[in-house]
């Protein structure tokens, strides 16, 4: 479903990511833990070209980029249609109410119906815990509860593959339950995600496969209980440590 294949990123001379290979069955659960700046971001925006690598290809489903060829517009907009991504913020239009922010990428850039994107947009709401806040605006609806118009924001394009980057880094403690609960069940559902986190509860009870990141390079990956409980990587040994101080 998701391979990457010797991607490399850089930002000037440093580099970002290091000859990165990563293969994500479909229907799997990928979650990357790693310390600020070890490129965990960086390999979600090459996933979806919101960044380019300087070298490599990225696969999704039956699509490849070959970062070795020129990539043209019209190949990214293409391939970005295949992943939908959950940011840090949450990005809405202010202007646009729950139901509108939602609708907005179907009408727009799939040419959608507006009657089709409505009905489906009110049944992702709903499916998120919205279906009494379509006509809200961003600014009458708690920091969890945008969070969550996010998630039917970027499921609305039927994505194959659903990309968080810290989706829950940005909410008061008390409302971060609420957005990963949403998280879990689009799990059960057997979509195929992955999710950058700092909750590491999340992390072993929802991931199928956990990956370390330090430096650009995976250092480690497994299952959450060999990763959590029995790393083989001293670095992630030393990371594991630190956070559960």
């Known amino acids: 479903m998701i391979k990457m294949d010797q991607i490399t990123k850089k930002f000037g001379d440093l580099i970002v990511l290091r000859d990165i290979n990563l293969q994500v069955e479909q229907g799997k659960v990928i979650v990357v833990i790693g310390p600020s700046g070890s490129g965990k971001t960086t390999l979600l925006r090459c996933l979806n070209l919101l960044e380019q690598p300087e070298s490599g290809a990225v696969t999704i489903d039956q699509q490849t980029i070959d970062f070795s060829k020129k990539v043209t517009k019209k190949e990214v907009s293409s391939f970005r249609k295949q992943s939908g991504m959950v940011f840090q913020t949450y990005n809405l239009f202010p ?132 990763i959590f409980e029995n790393p083989k990587e001293e670095r992630t040994k030393r990371f594991l440590s630190l956070i559960s101080q």
């Open 95 to 226: 202007h646009f109410t729950a139901l509108e922010n939602v609708m907005e990428g179907p009408v727009t850039v799939q040419k959608v119906k507006k009657t089709e994107a409505k009905k489906n947009a009110s049944q992702l709401l709903s499916d998120v815990g919205l279906k009494e806040k379509l006509n809200v605006y961003p600014y009458q609806l708690s920091g969890g509860q945008q969070q969550r118009v996010g998630i039917a924001r970027a499921m609305a394009i039927n994505p194959k593959v659903m990309l968080f980057d810290e989706p829950t880094s940005a909410l008061d403690p008390e409302l971060v339950g609420e957005v990963l609960l949403v998280m879990k069940d689009l799990a059960e559902e057997g979509r195929t995600m992955v999710v950058v986190t700092h909750e590491m509860k999340f992390a072993k009870e929802v991931a199928d496969e956990v990956i370390f990141m330090d430096e650009g390079k995976i250092v480690e990956r497994g299952a959450p209980i060999d």
